[in-house]
């Protein structure tokens, strides 16, 4: 029987929401929620423990956190781990695709699951073995069978086909083998499919790069703004900007503000526990700070408006449209620097 | 994908977050670490001028691709 650990989240393993985000690194015997699922899908594999850290806990001590989780499973002489799914949970997903980036540098095989555009794939830079799953937990029936048929396939030590036989994310790495058609055949039939509305590839994608603009040259005389990810709106939201994957953007004055007062603004972001921004906004958009070092000479201006969205499972097509959407608008204001927050 | 997108019309831009190693690995050129995922500028206002401040120091320098500054130098 191949021992295999299996790694949550805080919510997964039912130790809280939001509130439990800093729970620090846990050990349970067997399986635990969707890894119950999990077991029941895989063959030939047992799950003698679960392991579970808090999605802020990971994010902001991560050294801490892979240490401590590898400790608690020293003595389980694990054969294979697998994370997830962490759908399109952006901060689970990282925390995933580390674990099991941290496995494979101590010599444990492993699997994460998690959406395609969840951050988690970048992180795991082509190093870890990824079964894509719908963007939420509706998707989870769906994805068991098929993280434990890749899980199957990594226990057994042999080697792997290509991502979409195997069912696994592109890693971006290319081997050599024969193919019966030549390369202008092969390109003929993407062409054909693509015009009967299939787009595939043979090549795998990559994220683009921008080149980093000059430096603010005197920022005494500069035209600030400030932006936000992190769902700051005025109290009640009156325009309903949606705590998880935002279709939009929106844009609020801030003429004659000092500072974002508790009970006037709040976030909606659905993605962290908002308590203590809600207590005091600034902690999110810096308003009484940015508005202090004007007064003093530091900044020169302050652009009248504040633009927020939120960041959260924000398909990056949409995020890159928002992007493009402020950028713009700053261009056309004559906005010279961005101070820029998100979670 | 803000800061990118908003570096891409030759505005720098300074992002906080306290997820620093995702945003650098998509690409945003200034990052700076704010101290938690809950308060990126802080809980005090002593706290928020200093990593405003540093953020202002960011913007007042030029940088390679994909730099992430602490707040504490």
Redesign the interface.
Known sequence: MVRAIHYLNQFFAGLGGEEA?GTEPTRVDGPVGPGKGLAAALEGIEIVATIACGD?YF??Q?GAALGRLFALIEGDRPDLLVAGPAFGS??YG?ACARVVAEAGKRGIPGLAAMHEEN?GV??A?GRVLIVPTAVNVAGMRDALPRIASLASAVASGRELGPPAEEGYLPRGLRRNRHHGATGAERAVDLLLAKLAGETRSEVGGA??????????GD?SHALMAL?T??GCVPQGNPDRLPSVRAQAWLRYSLAGEKRLEAGEYESVHGG??????NE?P?????L???K??VDQG??GRLHEFFYT?T?NG?P?AS??K???E???E??DAG????????? | MLAKEIEREGIPTVFVTSLPTISAMIGVNRTLRGPAITHPFGLEEEERRQIVERALEMLETDVEPTTVWEVAT
């Open positions: 985000a802020d994010g902001e991560e952006g901060r990282y951050p970048a992180a830079a994220f683009d790069r921008v080149e980093p603009p000059a430096r603010v920022l932006v990810e992190a962290f526990d908002v308590a203590r921004a005091d600034n902690r999110l958009v810096p009484d700070t940015v202090g070092l530091r900044i969205t960041g924000t990056v995020s890159t928002f992007g493009r402020i950028a713009r700053l261009r906005v010279e620097a961005v101070l820029l927050s998100g979670t």
